[in-house]
DNA sequence: TTGTAAGCGTTATCAC
DNA sequence: GTGATAACGCTTACAA
């Protein structure tokens, strides 16, 4: 009938001890310090009166508040949903909770989350929404925080991070194109100021090298963001170079794409393949199944709050790491030896298939 | 270079005044209680310094932490993310952050995450997980909670709810299947213990009656939860009924149809008229697009973290709100007067058609 | 209008 | 092994 909360000090009174001792009886680190009977006498004390800490006063106390911020640009956007709950799930295990935020990909409302997170007095990031050159990381990284990078990674702030590897992912996008015969291979590529971006641009225009392809620069259409509007946008500007395949930055600009050509009246494959990266969920159910490259997004959340617990638990982001040769003998595919790469894999469905010309040969043979 | 956190202790040596008078200079509520000046100079000190209030110590003394729980199944859904990030949105408004949890409709999850947030002191609770009857929820009552319960209600705990209408949503849908000219239309029930279940299931024979359309008991298959397998499972079922469309529980259900259909080599909607409910993102890009009751998720989520700060401002549940005739003139849907209904909209999309032998006709008139 | 002092519930540092 | 005490940073009667 009594709603009033149990402290350490009902349960001291109880069990006729000091509430230090309480303390210490209940704290795993400390239970060593105090003897088995008045441990039992305690413990008992505490679920009699159904007693749970104050992690509050805790908090307070020991500075630590078994919480993590978690920025990502939008919850909306499918890829995140099974990357956070890897990273919660992580974190449940360790007792800590995440606390999420969503930026809308704006800088502003980016340091408004956070500096939100910090005065939360959360004991480490997870950022989702890393570009490659960030005033924001750079401040983190000054201040000591513990950081650690998903899907993205940044240059230089010595922060560890999670991700496919994208250089892979897209040569296997280019490879699957070429080997059904495609040559105009066009690329609708991400924002160039974050490492998704600019990384599967670059794997690109290697992979297209690697088969002998050309890549002309109108053969390249840049997004400003990962959106659906900007994938038709940009998809509308290809149209005009006669190319016979697409491979989008990632799923949403070919879903913008899907829009393209359906405004254009033409079909993928028949006309136009279209490769997305990502895999988002759903993708296999779209109109027509997307072509994709797929890694496991909820690993990758899980590895992410594997490192962020690891980097608190060490005391902060000076702890170790960071730097120099460490990362294991040479191989590294980046300058950042604390990048965690995933293997990707590329999921064939129904958007790509042979181009026009050799399609309409196939048939010929055929019938 | 100094990284040791400002407080108000050192705001007030700089001012050259005691910190509780900084305290109240800072603190809108108690702002008028110190003179202009005296604040002017004690505001220029504090950013001088870069002062940030420690949230935790404030939680401490104040009992309140600015943080509200959030309990859903699986953010995974895609119906979640929207009504998230309304609360989120809504919630930050004043300052407040929503602590998310995810209970895989698992009923001892439901449990520990509900704990978890009780320990982390929450000041209230929105519930997207609502079975009619919980033994939280009833807890959560007799302990004087906040709690807005959203997209599902519960039945005599008085807690306000925010949900679509469902009765007039499939209410929507099966008068959309009839004008096509479907008789023989079955249902893909949810969940009978939640009230998304239940309503829909008694909505679906009300209007059923309403447009003199029989419902043998065979024409509903009661889907034990709100997946993919189950739909598809509940669609095989109904496949033997001979009927020419489906109204499923929600979109999980349909998408479930929509594999059963393939799997069994029958066209949608040539074959089977499909009708979702809930119109998660993406459904329109699905193959085919699906019809499905459509509202505005977003909003839902907004309206809910509306009530639950209305709740915690009052101080509590137990302040006003409740019970009795309070809820204006008659024509509630529900005995719980505080359940608010948000209109629900068919979108009418490729996944519904004339029935097969209507179809046939009407080729025979047309070619 | 401002200062004083007590206290939120815990844990850490001493003694004993 | 356990108790006493102080402190974490803030708010809020109450006093001045």
């Known amino acids: ?109 980016e340091r408004l989350v956070f500096e939100g997170m910090r005065d939360r007095h959360v004991d480490g990031f997870v950022f989702a929404t890393a570009r490659l050159r960030s005033p924001l990381l750079a401040e983190a990284a000054a201040a000591g925080l513990c950081v650690v990078l998903v899907n993205r990674h940044a240059e230089g702030y010595g922060f560890p991070a999670v991700s496919v590897d994208n250089e892979q992912g897209i040569a296997m996008a280019v490879a699957h194109l070429a080997a059904l015969g495609h040559g105009k291979i066009a690329h609708v590529a991400g924002p160039q100021d974050v490492s998704t971006g600019l990384s599967r641009y670059r794997g690109f225009v290697a992979a297209m090298a690697a088969h002998d392809l050309a890549v002309e620069p109108e053969m390249v259409a840049y997004a400003s963001a990962y959106s659906i509007e900007e994938g038709e946008r940009c998809c509308g500007e290809l149209l005009e170079t006669g190319c016979t395949a697409i491979a989008a930055g990632n799923d949403m600009l070919a879903v913008g794409c899907y829009v393209a050509l359906e405004t254009a009246g033409l079909s993928c494959p028949g006309d136009i393949s279209v490769v997305g990266f990502n895999d988002m969920p759903f993708m296999d159910r779209l109109t027509p199944p997307l072509t994709s490259v797929s890694f496991a997004h909820y690993e990758v959340g899980k590895e992410a709050g594997r490192l962020i617990l690891e980097q608190i638990a060490r005391g902060g982001a000076r702890g170790s790491g960071g730097g120099g040769a460490a990362g294991g003998a040479g191989g590294e595919i980046s300058a950042d030896p604390q990048v965690h790469y995933l293997a990707p894999e590329l999921k064939v469905r129904g958007s790509t298939g042979p181009p026009a010309n050799v399609a309409v040969g196939a048939r010929r043979r055929v019938g």
Do not use: C, Q, W
């Open 1 to 109: 009938m009594n709603d009033l909360p149990v402290t350490l000090k009902d349960v001291a009174a109880m069990a006729g001890v000091h509430p230090a001792t309480v303390s210490r009886a209940l704290n795993p680190e400390t239970r060593l310090l105090v003897s088995d009977e008045t441990a039992d006498r305690i413990l008992a004390a505490a679920d009699s009166l159904g007693y749970r800490p104050n992690t509050v006063a805790r908090s307070l106390r020991t500075r630590r508040s078994n919480t993590v911020g978690v920025l990502i640009p939008d919850l909306n956007n499918p890829l995140f949903p099974p990357i956070v709950r890897g990273i919660e799930d992580r974190l449940a295990a360790n007792g800590y909770v995440a606390l999420i935020g969503n930026t809308d990909a704006d800088d502003d409302r």
